[in-house]
């Protein structure tokens, strides 16, 4: 990232050069941000290697940008061989990752179920919102939380506690997210990170990646309603497999404010945008 340093070291000018420099700045620093963050996630997980399916993942997700907001936003889009049903992005911007588990493309019935999914993660890329999450009011919170359950997990050790495979999975990210996060956005960024990936990035975030979502699927010529289908699929799975954020880690399935009231919240959305309810 050698043009970064340059940038910086360049005499400070005014006006539209000045502001086009910022920008570049900050699209390496996400690009930088993205990277570390693809790396965390890649050495705990084994990347599925299927061209013709990453392919046409990656055909629809250029799609989907094409219709977003940032039309011109390079993704990378992976397949990770884990049988949990879910889908993930390191949501910062230019150059972001999105993950889909093969648990999650098991249970995909259509293009159009494929697409709702990847527009949601999208969005989330697009709006920024992990970074905007490790910058936000409730920073403070977070950290508290985090410690205690590191403290927690840390005790644990010692206790000879039998871990669940989600604890594991946090021990994982914990113990690798300090080197790969702190280069970009210092040590403070270490502890919520874990949280934002397995839990979602809050009600307010969750909703917007949503509502979002279905514009652009309309955008790009899927069908919207589709995507309220495919979230009452998720529904009847987490009730009958009886999950919850304890006991599996998705935050497809778990994220705030539930299934429920995504579920309302989308079609209220759709008859307002005088889209057919199927």
Same mark, same amino acid.
């Given at each position: 990232?050698?043009?970064?340093?340059?940038?910086?070291?360049?005499?400070?000018?005014?006006?539209?050069?000045?502001?086009?420099?910022?920008?570049?700045?900050?699209?390496?620093?996400?690009?930088?941000?993205?990277?570390?963050?693809?790396? &965390?996630?890649?050495?705990?997980?084994?990347?599925?290697?299927?061209?013709?399916?990453?392919?046409?993942?990656?055909?629809?997700?250029?799609?989907?940008?094409?219709?977003?907001?940032?039309?011109?936003?390079?993704?990378?889009f992976w397949i990770?061989?884990?049988?949990?049903?879910?889908?993930?992005?390191?949501?910062?911007?230019?150059?972001?990752?999105?993950?889909?588990?093969?648990?999650?493309?098991?249970?995909?019935?259509?293009?159009?179920?494929?697409?709702?999914?990847?527009?949601?993660?999208?969005?989330?890329?697009?709006?920024?919102?992990?970074? #905007?999450?490790?910058?936000?009011?409730?920073?403070?919170?977070?950290?508290?939380?985090?410690? &205690?359950?590191?403290?927690?997990?840390?005790?644990?050790?010692?206790?000879?506690?039998?871990?669940?495979?989600?604890?594991?999975?946090?021990?994982?990210?914990?113990?690798?997210?300090?080197?790969?996060?702190?280069?970009?956005?210092?040590?403070?960024?270490?502890?919520?990170?874990?949280?934002?990936?397995?839990?979602?990035?809050?009600?307010?975030?969750?909703?917007?990646?949503?509502?979002?979502?279905?514009?652009?699927?309309a955008k790009a010529?899927?069908?919207?309603?589709?995507?309220?289908?495919?979230?009452?699929? &998720?529904?009847?799975?987490?009730? #009958?497999?009886?999950?919850?954020? #304890?006991?599996?880690?998705s935050c497809l399935?778990?994220?705030?404010?539930?299934?429920?009231?995504?579920?309302?919240?989308?079609?209220?959305?759709? &008859?307002?945008?005088?889209?057919?309810?199927?």
């Amino acid at each position: 990232f050698q043009a970064e340093d340059g940038i910086r070291d360049q005499p400070r000018s005014r006006g539209l050069g000045d502001v086009y420099k910022r920008q570049i700045v900050g699209e390496e620093k996400e690009i930088k941000y993205n990277f570390y963050a693809d790396r &965390l996630i890649t050495s705990s997980r084994i990347i599925l290697f299927d061209e013709a399916l990453t392919q046409k993942i990656t055909k629809i997700g250029n799609k989907i940008i094409k219709a977003s907001d940032k039309p011109d936003m390079n993704c990378t889009f992976w397949i990770l061989n884990d049988p949990t049903i879910n889908a993930y992005s390191t949501a910062s911007g230019e150059g972001s990752f999105i993950y889909f588990n093969t648990g999650l493309l098991d249970i995909i019935e259509s293009e159009d179920e494929l697409a709702g999914v990847l527009a949601h993660e999208i969005v989330h890329a697009v709006k920024k919102h992990q970074i #905007k999450f490790l910058k936000s009011e409730f920073w403070s919170t977070f950290v508290g939380s985090f410690l &205690l359950e590191f403290g927690a997990w840390v005790a644990g050790i010692y206790l000879g506690h039998t871990f669940t495979p989600y604890d594991a999975i946090r021990g994982e990210y914990i113990s690798q997210i300090g080197a790969c996060t702190t280069a970009f956005l210092g040590s403070k960024a270490v502890a919520p990170i874990i949280v934002t990936i397995m839990q979602g990035y809050g009600k307010e975030q969750e909703l917007e990646a949503d509502a979002l979502a279905i514009r652009y699927m309309a955008k790009a010529g899927y069908q919207p309603t589709v995507y309220i289908a495919f979230l009452k699929k &998720l529904k009847s799975i987490r009730d #009958k497999l009886k999950i919850n954020e #304890k006991n599996y880690a998705s935050c497809l399935i778990n994220a705030k404010p539930g299934l429920e009231e995504r579920i309302k919240y989308v079609k209220r959305l759709i &008859l307002e945008s005088k889209y057919e309810i199927k």
